[in-house]
């Protein structure tokens, strides 16, 4: 499909990380490197719906979408010099300022970046994990506020191939947090240090394992209204280098940052300026893999619009390293 060009029209300028604070506000360069112009749903509000606008029938890249992943139609399996599968991690954070973000998340933003991620060239199946901000302990949700998602797949992750994707996704990102082990004096803010953790020793070999495939793109999205903060320290390009060690190659992991360009208040409230989450952006900037966009700006789902640009380029440059 032509997902650059729906992606050109729509923007004019952007499952799992989010951390806790402030909310987002309204500056206009709201995405890295372009900024989105916004754009209308469908008729009726349905995030599917018949209009004209991105999640429309009108040719776009959310258009004919499914509540769940199996209605992917582009993932022919002929891309064989690029990548296949896709694991997804998406780092959310379960402060009461970060309601309306998580909210977009369930229901709009998942549903539509799933199907759209089905729709790329060449990409058969993807895998999707939600996390906190908090890194102890380091598992993949599968459990939500409400009680047990019981994932089709029997692991701690969801797979596209779920009948019930959209609904799985909704119960993990409904976050459980009773076993949260940080302060919440601002060492629950490291979204971006909590998926390394969680896909290092001993996660990687325990509650998490098997999750990362050889043979797929890492995508990692991180969400906060405050700002990347690591306990203990950590540079962005630590936090960079252990994400890519994952891989063995910065050309085999997507890296999108989603939180506050400046401090601000906008669609979800306030946010705090996400200088340091900016900075790892950058990181994987350079290598054509990161992508930022401003919370302030609003519109989720036009920033995981912007990261199916580099997951689709990321995939016909996908070269398998066996760790």
Same mark, same amino acid.
């Given at each position: 499909?032509?997902?650059?060009?729906?992606?050109?029209?729509?923007?004019?300028?952007?499952?799992?990380?989010?951390?806790?604070?402030?909310?987002?506000?309204?500056?206009?360069?709201?995405?890295?490197?372009?900024?989105?112009?916004?754009?209308?749903?469908?008729?009726?509000?349905?995030?599917?719906?018949?209009?004209?606008?991105?999640?429309?029938?009108?040719?776009?890249?959310?258009?004919?979408?499914?509540?769940?992943?199996?209605?992917?139609?582009?993932?022919?399996?002929?891309?064989?010099?690029?990548?296949?599968?896709?694991?997804?991690?998406?780092?959310?954070?379960?402060?009461?300022?970060?309601?309306?973000?998580?909210?977009?998340?369930?229901?709009?933003?998942?549903?539509?970046?799933?199907?759209?991620?089905?729709?790329?060239?060449?990409?058969?199946?993807?895998?999707?994990?939600?996390?906190?901000?908090?890194?102890?302990?380091?598992?993949?949700?599968?459990?939500?506020?409400?009680?047990?998602?019981?994932?089709?797949?029997?692991?701690?992750?969801?797979?596209s191939s779920s009948s019930e994707l959209t609904g799985e996704f909704q119960c993990a990102a409904d976050l459980y947090v009773d076993d949260v082990q940080c302060s919440g004096n601002n060492d629950d803010e490291q979204p971006a240090s909590a998926v390394a953790a969680a896909l290092e020793p001993p996660f990687s070999q325990?509650?998490? !394992? =098997?999750?990362?495939? @050889?043979?797929?793109?890492?995508?990692?999205?991180? /969400?906060?209204?405050?700002? +990347?903060?690591? #306990? &203990?320290?950590?540079?962005?390009?630590?936090?960079?280098?252990?994400?890519?060690?994952?891989?063995?190659?910065?050309?085999?992991?997507?890296?999108?940052?989603?939180?506050?360009?400046?401090?601000?208040?906008?669609?979800?409230?306030?946010?705090?300026?996400?200088?340091?989450?900016?900075?790892?952006?950058?990181?994987?900037?350079?290598?054509?893999?990161?992508?930022?966009?401003?919370?302030? !700006? =609003?519109?989720?789902? @036009?920033?995981?619009?912007?990261?199916?640009?580099? /997951?689709?380029?990321?995939? +016909?440059?996908? #070269? &398998?390293?066996?760790?």
């Open positions: 499909m032509e997902l650059r060009a729906w992606c050109a029209a729509l923007c004019a300028g952007m499952v799992g990380l989010v951390a806790c604070g402030g909310d987002s506000g309204t500056n206009d360069d709201s995405g890295s490197p372009g900024a989105a112009s916004g754009g209308s749903q469908g008729q009726g509000g349905d995030i599917f719906g018949s209009g004209s606008g991105p999640f429309g029938q009108g040719g776009g890249s959310f258009g004919n979408g499914v509540s769940g992943a199996t209605g992917g139609t582009g993932g022919s399996g002929a891309n064989s010099a690029g990548c296949q599968h896709v694991d997804v991690v998406f780092a959310l954070d379960n402060s009461s300022s970060m309601n309306e973000e998580k909210q977009s998340m369930r229901e709009v933003v998942f549903p539509a970046f799933a199907q759209a991620l089905l729709d790329i060239s060449g990409i058969q199946d993807f895998r999707a994990a939600v996390i906190d901000a908090c890194p102890r302990p380091a598992n993949f949700h599968t459990r939500g506020a409400a009680g047990q998602c019981s994932f089709q797949s029997g692991q701690a992750w969801m797979d325990e509650e998490n !394992a =098997g999750f990362v495939r @050889d043979d797929a793109l890492l995508v990692v999205v991180v /969400i906060t209204d405050e700002d +990347e903060q690591p #306990v &203990p320290r950590q540079e962005p390009q630590a936090i960079h280098d252990r994400l890519v060690k994952v891989k063995g190659d910065a050309k085999n992991v997507v890296f999108l940052g989603i939180g506050g360009k400046t401090d601000c208040e906008g669609a979800y409230g306030s946010a705090d300026e996400a200088r340091n989450l900016q900075r790892l952006v950058n990181t994987f900037s350079s290598d054509g893999r990161g992508f930022f966009w401003d919370l302030c !700006a =609003g519109r989720l789902e @036009d920033g995981l619009t912007n990261a199916l640009t580099a /997951i689709e380029e990321a995939c +016909e440059e996908f #070269v &398998p390293v066996v760790n």
